[in-house]
């Protein structure tokens, strides 16, 4: 399993309602929230082989009141 983050930016007042959504929909590791330019950071895993870009589409930006993401793909854990 290859895990990637995603920071969040949310409407303005949304963020833990978004947070609920994403944890409802059980797509998630961890869920955080956070200060500065976005409104939060989740970890998610996908099976080798699985397109992010896809997940991403049908996952996670069909969940309302997302403003921004910016997706973090990661290589290896020390």
């Known amino acids: 399993m290859k895990?990637?983050?995603?920071m969040i930016k949310c409407e303005l007042g949304k963020a833990y309602e978004v947070a609920n959504d994403i944890a409802d929909a059980e797509i998630a590791s961890e869920?955080?929230?956070t200060a500065g330019d976005y409104d939060l950071l989740v970890k998610f895993?996908?099976?080798?082989g699985q397109d992010v870009g896809k997940f991403m589409n049908e996952k996670l930006h069909s969940i309302p009141h997302i403003r921004d993401t910016r997706t973090i793909i990661?290589?290896?854990a020390f």
């Open 3 to 6: 895990p990637f983050f995603v």
């Open 45 to 48: 895993y996908l099976e080798d």
């Open 74 to 76: 990661t290589f290896k």
């Open 31 to 33: 869920i955080y929230s």
